[in-house]
């Protein structure tokens, strides 16, 4: 047994809602290895209880996976704004966020979150942020959202290792790997944060405003 599938078989059930949502994802998506999955999708939902935040905002809603499962996570007058500027995923969004129990938790957005985020970080204080979009636009949507965020507010940004191409010498010259090294870099040098890099999947970094 491999130690992925020990990870799996020993992590909590996600539920059967997500799995047809996964399912359904494999058989009618390009790209459904950009769904958080199992085992991130119930750490996300754990960290979401552990900060009982009153407002999530996730940047790159894709599938609504991932935004399940931290509405899962969700106490009373809390929820989770979620971004996506595909226009072809808004039904499949809906199709499964319109079955689950915390559908009326998910507000969803559809349009660029470089034209969003700077009004919705006005409007709302967000004490817990989900960041997959664009890999190239992560430094944008930092710098954006980081002087409204509430102290101690959490950023989860994922991707962050990118197959662990960011660790090869040399690096390699993709504009993708460049941008979230760039990113990483940016954020270990910023003091209104602290931050670290957790190994999971294609590395998931926990950023935390002081
Ligand atoms: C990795 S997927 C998100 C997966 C989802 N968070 C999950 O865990 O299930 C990235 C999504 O971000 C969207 N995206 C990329 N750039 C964006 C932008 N500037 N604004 C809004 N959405 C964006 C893409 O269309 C894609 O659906």
Redesign the pocket.
């Known amino acids: 047994m491999s130690i992925d599938d020990y990870i799996e078989q020993h992590t909590s059930d996600q539920g059967q809602l997500l799995k047809d949502l996964e399912r359904r994802a494999h058989i009618e998506l390009m790209r459904p290895r ?3 999955g199992h085992v991130q999708g119930r750490l996300l939902k754990i960290l979401c209880s552990i900060k009982e935040p009153k407002r999530v905002l ?6 609504g ?2 935004a399940l499962c931290l509405a899962e996570a969700l106490g009373e007058d809390a929820f989770i704004h979620t ?4 226009d072809e ?1 808004e039904s499949f969004i809906h199709r499964f966020v319109d079955q689950s129990p915390y559908r009326d938790k998910i507000i969803l957005h559809m349009g ?3 034209d969003i985020l700077p009004g919705l970080v006005k409007q709302e204080s967000f004490e817990l942020v ?1 960041m ?3 890999k190239r ?1 992560y430094s944008e949507y930092f710098d954006i959202i980081i002087d409204h965020l509430p102290k101690g507010a959490i950023i989860l940004a994922d991707n962050t290792l990118w197959d662990g191409k960011v660790a090869l010498d040399p690096m390699p010259h993709d504009s993708q790997t460049i941008a979230i090294d760039q990113f990483n870099k940016k954020i270990r040098q910023d003091h209104r944060v602290e931050e670290v890099i957790l190994p999971l999947r294609d590395g998931l970094s926990i950023i935390r405003k002081i």
Not at 58 to 63: D, N, Q, S
Not at 83 to 86: F, I, N, P, Y
């Open positions: 950009m769904i958080s996730e940047i790159g809603t894709y599938t996976y991932a971004l996506e500027c595909d995923m660029n979150a470089l989900y997959d979009a664009n636009e």
